[in-house]
């Protein structure tokens, strides 16, 4: 398989301020990376398609500006979300693969805004 | 744009017993299909997956079988095991696009 690590593992904060998710691939490369939002008891949800080097491309109702998308390498993307309120809480997944159709997800991101 | 329905949402089987979850999908183009495994606060785990120019995948106890024409797939899991116990997703897409398209998913619970 393939290696995907993110950053932090979990994060409390307050509401008002940006917090930013690191996502990388530890073993491939990844022209493009993917970021789903993941409430309790709910599915996967595609947020946005990180796109390596171009802008990031978001799915019908996500808020781009909200959540910033910088792939600025083959091997890490970030999300930061921006002016973060308590419903932006949220299990934070990335995924990428070896240009392959697998996708390896990261072991995801626990934001809690307070 | 594709939509992918997962059932049922909840399922419980005795050990030993089979488990069987279904999906069905949308899109025509949609070609391959994943099915992941993920425990409570944890990453989806891969746990197989097949491609449109197949009907039926098995590794060990876990099996997939793919209807193309009925746009339905299903997971099948023999001889379960208390360690089953999860919270199934299956997903869609399309070859090269790596973009999926996720069920709703299915907690399993095996009842020892």
């Known amino acids: 398989g393939a290696v995907v690590s993110q950053h932090p593992s979990w994060v409390i904060c307050k509401s008002g301020t940006s917090v930013k998710i690191e996502c990388r691939s530890l073993?491939?490369?990844?022209?493009?990376m993917f970021w789903y939002r993941q409430f309790p008891k709910q599915s996967l949800m595609l947020m946005a398609t990180s796109n390596e080097g171009s802008k990031a491309t978001y799915e019908q109702g996500v808020e781009k500006d909200k959540f910033l998308i910088n792939h600025a390498s083959l091997t890490l993307s970030t999300l930061t979300v921006t002016s973060a309120h308590p419903e932006d809480s949220s299990f934070y997944i990335c995924?990428?693969?070896?240009?392959?159709?697998?996708?390896?997800f990261g072991p995801g991101t626990r934001l809690t805004v307070l | 744009g594709e939509n992918v329905e997962q059932h049922p949402s909840t399922l419980s089987v005795q050990e030993g017993d089979s488990a069987v979850i279904k999906c069905t999908y949308s899109d025509s183009a949609s070609n391959y299909f994943p099915w992941y495994k993920q425990e409570l606060g944890k990453r989806p785990q891969l746990i197989i997956d097949i491609r449109s120019n197949v009907g039926e995948k098995k590794d060990q106890r876990i099996a997939v079988t793919l209807n193309k024409t009925a746009k339905h797939f299903s997971l099948h899991i023999t001889e379960t095991q208390p360690e089953d116990s999860a919270v199934y997703f299956c997903?869609?897409?399309?070859?090269?696009?790596?973009?999926?398209?996720f069920g709703q998913g299915t907690r399993l619970t095996i009842n020892p």
């Open positions: 995924s990428g693969g070896r240009n392959t159709d697998t996708q390896y």
């Open positions: 073993d491939f490369q990844a022209t493009t």
């Open positions: 997903a869609a897409s399309i070859t090269g696009a790596q973009k999926l398209v």
